[in-house]
């Protein structure tokens, strides 16, 4: 169960909640940023046969769902800055704009974006009117939505896969242990980084593994100065910082944890003094999609690491 916290200053340095959806894309964009790879050209297919599916997915996380889904092989245009896919096919843009030319030019018969709290731009929508393409825009802030998504694209494009929805949407049992640890301060970045908070899919999945994110009001995103984090006093910090390298693996404890914190790691606060510090590399860390599969899994390791180890241990 969530314990309620005290409200603090913390809850009043938000980003107004009608921009939450373009910060959280923006943070999605970013980690795409990290990874990304020039696209190489290739000649545009063949036009598409009745009933051919050919996906372009205008978006990094959705790429990755669908090649979970095993539909790789059906996509003909990719994101900019697109993470997973091979980087052969052709880049029909991103969140600063699409390149209608290029996407033109692969036949979609799909195209599947994740635009946040703005619209598909108009011209897209027109010409996916006017060429008879599928626009499926989706809105994968929250969890649930994560889900919501995965589910639907396994529905419509891959139903021998919908176990993999399931397997996204199922949690271990909540743990009492992880709400002994006390506040869970979730930090994305390294340099200047932001709070996590209510009603992002990181905030999401700490609480229903039955630890307590902290703060416990604001919004999915937010900036807190030291200030902050010292009226906060969270007894644990958790930091999800993508490495550039594409590896799904990394967590990086103690001392190093510490250090790399730069100021943070010596502000006076419980987290620091009894080293329960974390900072998770996975490089699709921040991906709404279903890397939050192993994203999760790796949450509940450093969360039991946190309950066996004595304060300051590992440090």
């Given at each position: 169960?969530?314990?309620?916290?005290?409200?603090?200053?913390?809850?009043?340095?938000?980003?107004?909640?009608?921009?939450?959806?373009?910060?959280?894309?923006?943070?999605?964009?970013?980690?795409?940023?990290?990874?990304?790879?020039?696209?190489?050209?290739?000649?545009?297919?063949?036009?598409?046969?009745?009933?051919?599916?050919?996906?372009?997915?205008?978006?990094?996380?959705?790429?990755?769902?669908?090649?979970?889904?095993?539909?790789?092989?059906?996509?003909?245009?990719?994101?900019?800055?697109?993470?997973?896919?091979?980087?052969?096919?052709?880049?029909?843009?991103?969140?600063?704009?699409?390149?209608?030319?290029?996407?033109?030019?692969?036949?979609?018969?799909?195209?599947?974006?994740?635009?946040?709290?703005?619209?598909?731009?108009?011209?897209?929508?027109?010409?996916?009117?006017?060429?008879?393409?599928?626009?499926?825009?989706?809105?994968?802030?929250?969890?649930?939505?994560?889900?919501?998504?995965?589910?639907?694209?396994?529905?419509?494009?891959?139903?021998?896969?919908?176990?993999?929805?399931?397997?996204?949407?199922?949690f271990p049992s909540a743990r009492e242990v992880?709400?002994?640890?006390?506040?869970?301060?979730?930090?994305?970045?390294?340099?200047?980084?932001?709070?996590?908070?209510?009603?992002?899919?990181?905030?999401?999945?700490?609480?229903?593994?039955?630890?307590?994110?902290?703060?416990?009001?604001?919004?999915?995103?937010?900036?807190?100065?030291?200030?902050?984090?010292?009226?906060?006093?969270?007894?644990?910090?958790?930091?999800?910082?993508?490495?550039?390298?594409?590896?799904?693996?990394?967590?990086?404890?103690?001392?190093?944890?510490?250090?790399?914190?730069?100021?943070?790691?010596?502000?006076?606060?419980?987290?620091?003094?009894?080293?329960?510090?974390?900072?998770?590399?996975?490089?699709?860390?921040?991906?709404?999609?279903?890397?939050?599969?192993?994203?999760?899994?790796?949450?509940?390791?450093?969360?039991?690491?946190?309950?066996?180890?004595?304060?300051?241990?590992?440090?």
């Open positions: 169960m969530h314990s309620a916290h005290p409200r603090h200053p913390a809850a009043n340095r938000t980003h107004p909640q009608s921009c939450t959806r373009c910060i959280l894309a923006w943070l999605a964009a970013l980690a795409a940023a990290i990874a990304g790879i020039p696209g190489c050209s290739r000649s545009p297919e063949e036009p598409a046969s009745a009933g051919e599916l050919r996906i372009v997915a205008l978006s990094p996380a959705v790429a990755i769902i669908l090649r979970d889904l095993g539909l790789e092989h059906f996509i003909v245009g990719r994101h900019a800055r697109d993470m997973v896919l091979d980087a052969k096919l052709l880049a029909c843009g991103d969140q600063t704009g699409i390149d209608y030319e290029v996407l033109l030019s692969v036949r979609p018969t799909v195209v599947i974006t994740q635009w946040g709290a703005r619209p598909p731009p108009e011209r897209l929508v027109m010409m996916a009117r006017r060429e008879g393409w599928e626009l499926i825009d989706l809105s994968m802030l929250a969890f649930d939505e994560v889900v919501a998504a995965t589910r639907m694209l396994a529905q419509r494009f891959a139903p021998e896969r919908v176990d993999l929805a399931a397997e996204l949407a199922a992880y709400a002994n640890l006390g506040p869970v301060l979730l930090l994305v970045g390294l340099e200047s980084p932001g709070v996590l908070g209510p009603g992002s899919f990181h905030y999401d999945l700490m609480l229903r593994l039955g630890a307590n994110p902290a703060p416990d009001t604001g919004s999915a995103f937010m900036t807190l100065d030291a200030e902050d984090i010292l009226a906060l006093a969270p007894e644990a910090i958790m930091v999800f910082a993508p490495r550039s390298d594409g590896s799904r693996e990394g967590i990086v404890l103690g001392n190093e944890a510490l250090a790399r914190l730069g100021m943070l790691g010596r502000l006076p606060i419980p987290a620091v003094q009894n080293g329960r510090v974390a900072i998770l590399e996975d490089s699709l860390g921040l991906m709404p999609s279903t890397a939050l599969i192993l994203v999760r899994s790796t949450m509940v390791q450093v969360l039991d690491r946190w309950c066996i180890e004595p304060e300051a241990h590992g440090r």
